[in-house]
T-cell receptor, first 116, second 109 residues
Framework: GAGVSQSPRYKVAKRGQDVALRCDPI?????LFWYQQALGQGPEFLTY????????KSGLPSDRFFAERPEGSVSTLKIQRTQQEDSAVYLCASSSTLAAAGNIQYFGAGTRLSVL | QKEVEQDPGPLSVPEGAIVSLNCTYS??????FMWYRQYSRKGPELLMYTYSSGNKEDGRFTAQVDKSSKYISLFIRDSQPSDSATYLC?????????FGTGTRLQVFP
């Protein structure tokens, strides 16, 4: 079946604009993760869902960042009033297991956000 | 200091060479260790997965974990130009993965 799908692949926003990034996980996967990858860096954890429940949002950098997964499938990461430091690749990953520890996460290709 | 340290490279080797990639970490609670490969403008792809200490081999790839030294390695034998990518180590004890910065590897013909 299809892997993790993210859209759009590229997004250019003017500073102050709101953006919404979409993630379609692998069908049937109950766990969904968002990571932020700055240029030349490894991905950094933002938030984690198990079905529709957001179990960990400790990595969200500010209250301008908001994520949801209302029906336990597709997820949206929203960034309000974008700033230049928000420019990065936003990666989504999904995992099939309910047990959180050691789960294998499968990544999408990411959305590259550029804030001008 | 970051929880996971990884030399960013770049590392340039000739085709056929043995490549050694390494990460050190500070959190002794980490139990699960992974290596991901990331091609330019692509998402990370899982290469190797290891639980606790020990070695694991898969084709040309060998992963080693030494928990006593908080040190993990990935060896690539008979490296190919198609192995040119960024290699990310990752580890966890809970839900979220903690990544190294990634090592850029270039294998030239």
């Amino acid at each position: 079946g299809a892997g993790v799908s993210q859209s759009p692949r590229y997004k250019v926003a003017k500073r102050g604009q709101d953006v919404a990034l979409r993630c379609d996980p692998i069908s049937g996967h109950v766990s969904l993760f968002w990571y932020q990858q700055a240029l030349g860096q490894g991905p950094e954890f933002l938030t984690y869902f198990q079905n529709e429940a957001q179990l960990d949002k400790s990595g969200l950098p500010s209250d301008r960042f908001f994520a949801e997964r209302p029906e336990g499938s597709v997820s949206t990461l929203k960034i309000q009033r974008t700033q230049q430091e928000d420019s990065a690749v936003y990666l989504c990953a999904s995992s099939s297991t309910l047990a959180a520890a050691g789960n294998i996460q499968y990544f999408g290709a990411g959305t590259r956000l550029s804030v001008l | 200091q970051k929880e996971v340290e990884q030399d960013p490279g770049p590392l340039s080797v000739p085709e056929g060479a043995i490549v050694s990639l390494n990460c050190t970490y500070s959190n002794s609670a980490f139990q699960y260790f992974m290596w991901y490969r990331q091609y330019s403008r692509k998402g990370p792809e899982l290469l190797m997965y290891t639980y606790s200490s020990g070695n694991k081999e898969d084709g040309r790839f060998t992963a080693q974990v030494d928990k006593s030294s908080k040190y993990i390695s990935l060896f690539i034998r008979d490296s190919q130009p198609s192995d040119s990518a960024t290699y990310l180590c990752a580890m966890t004890s809970t839900d979220k993965l903690i990544f190294g910065t990634g090592t850029r590897l270039q294998v030239f013909p």
